[in-house]
C-alpha cells in the first residue's frame, strides 16, 4: 500500500505564502508523475500543478507565476511553493502521485492524499 501525506496548509492573509509539502511511502518501486489538486467548496477538484519525474512542471492558469511546484524523487516528497495568494485559492488541496508497487510491471495507480485546508483571509 501507499500512503500521501500532507502537511503545510493553514490560514493566510492575502498576498501571503504558503508551502505545502506530500511525502509519499509505502512499497514504492517508482514514482511516475506528482501534483496537486484543489477543490473548494461548491466547486469541482481542478489540477494546480503537477510535475514529471525530469522535474518539468505544468501549472494551472489560475497559478501561473504565483505558484511553483517541484519534487525530491530521493524523498518521494513534491512541494508546492505559493505565492501572492488570493482568496480564490482558498481550497483543499490534495496530493496525487503515479506509484508503481511492483517490479514484475509497469503499471502505475493512481494515489490521493487526504487533503490539507488553504484558507485565505482577505
Known amino acids: 500500500q501507499v500512503q500521501l501525506v500532507e502537511s503545510g496548509g493553514g490560514l493566510v492573509q492575502t498576498g501571503g505564502s504558503l508551502r505545502l509539502s506530500c511525502v509519499a511511502s509505502?512499497?514504492?518501486?517508482?514514482?511516475?508523475?506528482m501534483g496537486w489538486y484543489r477543490q473548494a467548496p461548491g466547486k469541482q477538484r481542478e489540477l494546480v500543478a503537477d510535475i514529471n519525474k525530469d522535474g518539468i512542471g505544468n501549472y494551472a492558469d489560475s497559478v501561473k507565476g504565483r505558484f511553483t511546484i517541484s519534487r525530491d524523487n530521493a524523498r518521494n516528497t513534491v512541494y508546492l511553493q505559493m505565492n501572492s495568494l488570493k482568496f480564490e485559492d482558498a481550497a483543499v488541496y490534495s496530493c496525487?502521485?503515479?506509484?508503481?508497487?511492483?517490479?514484475?510491471?509497469?503499471?502505475?495507480?493512481?494515489?490521493w492524499g487526504r487533503g490539507t485546508q488553504v484558507t485565505v483571509s482577505e
Open positions: 496525487h502521485a503515479a506509484v508503481r508497487t511492483l517490479y514484475l510491471t509497469m503499471l502505475y495507480r493512481d494515489y
Open positions: 509505502g512499497t514504492i518501486v517508482d514514482i511516475k508523475d
